[in-house]
Protein backbone atom coordinates (compact mmCIF):
# COMPACT_ATOMS: atom_id res chain seq x y z
CA UNK A 1 0.00 0.00 0.00
CA UNK A 2 1.33 3.80 -0.19
CA UNK A 3 3.23 5.32 2.28
CA UNK A 4 4.12 8.74 2.95
CA UNK A 5 6.03 10.02 0.11
CA UNK A 6 8.32 12.93 0.14
CA UNK A 7 9.76 15.17 -2.81
CA UNK A 8 12.36 15.43 -3.55
CA UNK A 9 14.50 13.01 -2.30
CA UNK A 10 17.75 15.24 -2.34
CA UNK A 11 17.84 18.93 -2.70
CA UNK A 12 21.41 20.62 -3.02
CA UNK A 13 21.53 24.59 -2.49
CA UNK A 14 23.50 27.59 -2.72
CA UNK A 15 22.82 29.73 1.00
CA UNK A 16 20.36 32.55 0.56
CA UNK A 17 18.20 30.97 -1.97
CA UNK A 18 14.30 29.07 -0.43
CA UNK A 19 13.60 25.94 -0.95
CA UNK A 20 10.16 23.85 -0.43
CA UNK A 21 9.50 20.17 0.58
CA UNK A 22 6.59 18.25 -0.43
CA UNK A 23 5.45 15.75 2.12
CA UNK A 24 2.23 13.54 0.66
CA UNK A 25 0.56 11.85 3.92
CA UNK A 26 -1.00 8.43 3.94
CA UNK A 27 -4.83 8.52 2.36
CA UNK A 28 -6.95 9.18 5.66
CA UNK A 29 -4.53 10.33 7.81
CA UNK A 30 -5.68 13.51 9.47
CA UNK A 31 -2.31 14.33 11.66
CA UNK A 32 1.23 15.35 10.11
CA UNK A 33 4.44 16.06 11.51
CA UNK A 34 7.84 17.52 10.31
CA UNK A 35 10.62 16.71 12.14
CA UNK A 36 14.36 17.19 11.17
CA UNK A 37 17.71 14.64 11.75
CA UNK A 38 20.69 15.89 11.50
CA UNK A 39 23.59 14.23 10.48
CA UNK A 40 24.24 11.19 13.01
CA UNK A 41 21.30 13.03 15.59
CA UNK A 42 18.14 12.41 16.75
CA UNK A 43 14.80 13.90 15.44
CA UNK A 44 14.28 17.42 16.51
CA UNK A 45 10.18 18.17 16.31
CA UNK A 46 8.66 21.29 13.62
CA UNK A 47 5.53 21.26 13.03
CA UNK A 48 2.14 19.43 13.73
CA UNK A 49 -1.08 19.55 11.45
CA UNK A 50 -4.31 17.78 12.97
CA UNK A 51 -7.43 18.02 10.56
CA UNK A 52 -8.53 21.48 10.46
CA UNK A 53 -6.73 22.78 14.08
CA UNK A 54 -4.49 25.53 14.18
CA UNK A 55 -0.77 23.83 13.31
CA UNK A 56 1.59 23.64 16.77
CA UNK A 57 4.68 25.57 15.18
CA UNK A 58 6.21 25.04 18.54
CA UNK A 59 9.46 23.46 16.82
CA UNK A 60 10.08 25.86 13.88
CA UNK A 61 13.42 27.03 14.71
CA UNK A 62 13.39 30.61 13.00
CA UNK A 63 11.01 32.41 10.69
CA UNK A 64 12.92 31.57 7.95
CA UNK A 65 10.24 28.39 8.47
CA UNK A 66 7.05 27.72 7.45
CA UNK A 67 4.71 24.98 6.44
CA UNK A 68 1.06 24.70 5.22
CA UNK A 69 -1.46 22.11 4.23
CA UNK A 70 -4.01 22.57 1.77
CA UNK A 71 -6.99 20.12 1.83
CA UNK A 72 -6.60 18.56 4.85
CA UNK A 73 -3.57 16.36 3.12
CA UNK A 74 -0.40 17.56 1.19
CA UNK A 75 1.91 19.78 3.47
CA UNK A 76 4.88 21.29 1.97
CA UNK A 77 7.39 22.49 4.11
CA UNK A 78 9.41 26.54 3.20
CA UNK A 79 12.68 27.54 3.90
CA UNK A 80 13.22 30.89 3.29
CA UNK A 81 17.11 32.38 2.77
CA UNK A 82 18.52 29.15 3.51
CA UNK A 83 21.49 28.58 5.76
CA UNK A 84 24.28 25.98 5.83
CA UNK A 85 22.86 24.85 9.06
CA UNK A 86 19.40 24.02 7.51
CA UNK A 87 21.18 21.05 6.07
CA UNK A 88 19.53 18.03 7.26
CA UNK A 89 17.14 15.33 6.56
CA UNK A 90 13.60 16.66 6.40
CA UNK A 91 11.32 13.95 7.27
CA UNK A 92 7.33 13.71 7.29
CA UNK A 93 5.43 11.50 9.39
CA UNK A 94 1.49 11.03 9.24
CA UNK A 95 -1.06 9.10 11.74
CA UNK A 96 -4.69 8.53 11.75
CA UNK A 97 -5.01 10.82 14.48
CA UNK A 98 -3.35 12.38 16.80
CA UNK A 99 -3.62 10.40 20.16
CA UNK A 100 -0.52 8.37 21.55
CA UNK A 101 -2.35 5.19 20.41
CA UNK A 102 -1.84 5.88 16.74
CA UNK A 103 1.93 5.28 15.58
CA UNK A 104 3.41 7.64 13.39
CA UNK A 105 4.51 6.82 9.47
CA UNK A 106 7.14 8.37 8.47
CA UNK A 107 8.36 9.21 4.75
CA UNK A 108 12.09 8.67 3.55
CA UNK A 109 12.81 12.27 3.83
CA UNK A 110 14.67 14.98 1.88
CA UNK A 111 18.21 15.28 2.25
CA UNK A 112 18.78 19.20 1.93
CA UNK A 113 22.12 20.26 1.43
CA UNK A 114 22.97 24.68 1.66
CA UNK A 115 26.63 24.88 -0.18
CA UNK B 1 7.45 13.10 27.08
CA UNK B 2 10.01 11.29 29.41
CA UNK B 3 13.83 11.06 29.19
CA UNK B 4 15.06 7.64 28.34
CA UNK B 5 17.85 6.23 28.46
CA UNK B 6 19.24 3.24 26.10
CA UNK B 7 22.86 2.05 25.70
CA UNK B 8 24.53 3.64 23.03
CA UNK B 9 25.52 0.54 20.81
CA UNK B 10 25.07 -3.35 21.06
CA UNK B 11 26.53 -6.17 18.69
CA UNK B 12 25.03 -9.25 17.93
CA UNK B 13 25.02 -12.67 15.56
CA UNK B 14 22.58 -13.89 13.19
CA UNK B 15 19.78 -16.34 14.62
CA UNK B 16 20.47 -14.75 18.32
CA UNK B 17 17.83 -13.22 20.37
CA UNK B 18 18.77 -9.29 20.86
CA UNK B 19 16.81 -7.12 23.73
CA UNK B 20 17.63 -3.93 24.23
CA UNK B 21 16.63 -2.23 27.74
CA UNK B 22 15.04 1.15 28.03
CA UNK B 23 14.57 3.09 31.24
CA UNK B 24 12.23 5.59 31.76
CA UNK B 25 12.07 6.65 35.30
CA UNK B 26 9.97 9.79 35.24
CA UNK B 27 7.27 7.73 32.88
CA UNK B 28 3.83 9.79 33.71
CA UNK B 29 0.48 7.54 33.95
CA UNK B 30 -0.49 8.29 30.72
CA UNK B 31 2.93 7.48 28.62
CA UNK B 32 3.05 4.82 26.19
CA UNK B 33 6.21 2.78 25.60
CA UNK B 34 7.03 3.52 21.52
CA UNK B 35 9.62 1.94 19.93
CA UNK B 36 10.84 2.66 16.26
CA UNK B 37 13.92 1.19 14.15
CA UNK B 38 15.59 2.87 11.81
CA UNK B 39 17.98 2.29 8.53
CA UNK B 40 20.16 4.56 7.13
CA UNK B 41 18.66 6.70 4.83
CA UNK B 42 15.40 5.55 5.75
CA UNK B 43 12.66 7.20 7.76
CA UNK B 44 11.83 5.93 11.51
CA UNK B 45 9.85 2.96 11.05
CA UNK B 46 7.34 1.87 14.06
CA UNK B 47 7.59 -1.39 15.66
CA UNK B 48 5.59 -1.94 18.84
CA UNK B 49 3.95 -0.31 21.41
CA UNK B 50 2.49 -0.46 24.73
CA UNK B 51 1.41 0.14 28.26
CA UNK B 52 2.21 -2.21 31.05
CA UNK B 53 2.78 -5.99 31.14
CA UNK B 54 3.51 -7.78 27.41
CA UNK B 55 3.03 -6.72 24.26
CA UNK B 56 3.88 -9.41 20.78
CA UNK B 57 3.45 -8.56 17.58
CA UNK B 58 5.02 -10.19 14.33
CA UNK B 59 8.42 -8.29 14.46
CA UNK B 60 9.11 -7.96 18.57
CA UNK B 61 8.14 -8.28 21.66
CA UNK B 62 8.18 -5.72 24.55
CA UNK B 63 7.80 -6.57 28.19
CA UNK B 64 7.36 -4.01 30.82
CA UNK B 65 8.06 -4.42 34.50
CA UNK B 66 4.77 -3.18 36.43
CA UNK B 67 6.37 0.01 37.67
CA UNK B 68 6.53 0.63 33.96
CA UNK B 69 10.09 2.58 34.91
CA UNK B 70 11.89 0.59 32.25
CA UNK B 71 10.96 -0.87 29.40
CA UNK B 72 12.89 -4.31 27.16
CA UNK B 73 12.08 -4.47 23.33
CA UNK B 74 12.83 -8.05 22.27
CA UNK B 75 13.99 -8.92 18.61
CA UNK B 76 13.92 -12.69 18.77
CA UNK B 77 16.45 -14.59 15.85
CA UNK B 78 18.10 -11.49 14.67
CA UNK B 79 19.38 -11.38 10.74
CA UNK B 80 21.43 -9.30 9.31
CA UNK B 81 18.76 -7.11 8.13
CA UNK B 82 17.86 -6.23 11.64
CA UNK B 83 21.38 -3.87 11.53
CA UNK B 84 19.71 -0.59 12.56
CA UNK B 85 18.89 2.48 15.39
CA UNK B 86 16.08 1.34 17.24
CA UNK B 87 14.72 4.10 19.38
CA UNK B 88 12.56 4.06 22.59
CA UNK B 89 10.27 6.98 23.65
CA UNK B 90 7.97 7.48 26.44
CA UNK B 91 4.62 9.49 25.06
CA UNK B 92 1.90 11.12 26.68
CA UNK B 93 -1.81 10.92 25.36
CA UNK B 94 -1.49 14.20 24.41
CA UNK B 95 0.54 15.61 22.40
CA UNK B 96 2.76 13.88 19.85
CA UNK B 97 5.93 15.49 19.26
CA UNK B 98 8.53 12.56 18.93
CA UNK B 99 11.72 13.42 20.40
CA UNK B 100 14.69 10.54 19.36
CA UNK B 101 17.78 10.80 21.90
CA UNK B 102 20.94 9.06 19.93
CA UNK B 103 19.11 5.30 20.22
CA UNK B 104 20.81 2.01 20.65
CA UNK B 105 22.85 1.10 17.12
CA UNK B 106 22.48 -2.71 16.84
CA UNK B 107 24.89 -4.24 14.71
CA UNK B 108 24.13 -8.14 13.91
CA UNK B 109 27.13 -9.96 12.51
CA UNK B 110 27.09 -13.38 10.50
Known amino acids: GAGVSQSPSNKVTEKGKDVELRCDPI?????LYWYRQSLGQGLEFLIYFQGNSAPDKSGLPSDRFSAERTGGSVSTLTIQRTQQEDSAVYLC?????????????FGDGTRLSIL | LAKTTQPISMDSYEGQEVNITCSHN???????ITWYQQFPSQGPRFIIQ???TKVTNEVASLFIPADRKSSTLSLPRVSLSDTAVYYC???????????FGGGTRVLVKP
Open chain 2, 50 to 52: GYK
Open chain 2, 26 to 32: NIATNDY
Open chain 1, 93 to 105: ASSLAGGTDQPQH
Open chain 2, 89 to 99: LALKAAGNKLT
Open chain 1, 27 to 31: SGHTA
